[in-house]
């Protein structure tokens, strides 16, 4: 059964101090890895898909990267707006969209 | 309107009310999909359809229905529900069901079973 486990579960960062977020996964015959930001009460808005690992994708302050095992999502220098829910989401063969727990980000000024 | 959008975004609804709800895509997709959100657990995909059929039902119980009329409209027909079913439900669509396919979600329904 694919797995996927988000870490930390939360997260408190000061205003312009950079980190990362793990996803780790268990799947048999990854097709895709999906990354997804979740504001309170709203539907996960589409980040990034990465399909091979040494893949790397950059949106603004966030980058996304993919091992064969596990997924980082490093946000740089990040602002305020950046807090948010992240989520992290993999693919095998089949229609099946497997989510981790996500990981909650607070950035204070 | 584009992108995914679901009506309600709020519902109450008592456990012997029968209620639904509406998804609707304006992104030229093939394939729909119901989720479930609950508090302190990851999303559960409960329902998918590739060009208005029905590929997966993920054990989900029988007081859920879904309906998908046409590659644009979703429909979750809830009836008897009860108070543990009360969650976030999200639609979302993609090109078509592939595996590889990217999924993109509505800002969902917030349900309330009292």
């Known amino acids: 059964e694919d797995q996927v486990t988000q870490s930390p579960e939360a997260l408190r960062l000061q205003e312009g101090e950079s980190s990362s977020l793990n996803c780790s996964y268990t799947?048999?015959?990854?097709?895709?890895l999906f990354w997804y930001r979740q504001d309170p009460g709203k539907g996960p808005e589409f980040l990034f898909t990465?399909?091979?690992a040494g893949e790397e994708k950059e949106k603004e302050r966030l980058k996304a990267t993919l091992t064969k095992k596990e997924s980082f999502l490093h946000i740089t220098a990040p602002k305020p707006e950046d807090s948010a829910t992240y989520l992290c989401?993999?693919?095998?063969?089949?229609?099946?969209?497997?989510f981790g727990g996500g990981t909650r980000v607070l950035v204070k000024p | 309107e584009t992108g995914v959008t679901q009506t309600p975004r709020h519902l109450v609804m008592g456990m012997t009310n029968k209620k639904s709800l509406k998804c609707e895509q304006h992104?030229?997709?093939?394939?729909m999909y119901w989720y479930k959100q609950s508090a302190k657990k990851p999303l559960e995909l409960m329902f998918v359809?590739?060009?208005?059929?029905?590929?997966e039902n993920n054990s989900v119980p029988s007081r859920f229905s879904p309906e998908c009329p046409n590659s644009s409209h979703l429909f979750l027909h809830l009836h008897t529900l009860q108070p543990e079913d009360s969650a976030l439900y999200l639609c979302?669509?993609?090109?078509?069901?592939?595996?590889?396919?990217?999924?993109?979600f509505g800002p969902g329904t917030r349900l309330t079973v009292l």
């Open positions: 989401a993999v693919k095998a063969a089949g229609n099946k969209l497997t």
């Open positions: 979302a669509s993609s090109p078509t069901s592939l595996s590889t396919d990217t999924q993109y």
């Open positions: 990465l399909y091979s």
């Open positions: 359809y590739n060009f208005k059929e029905q590929t």
């Open positions: 799947v048999s015959g990854l097709r895709g």
């Open positions: 992104l030229g997709h093939n394939a």
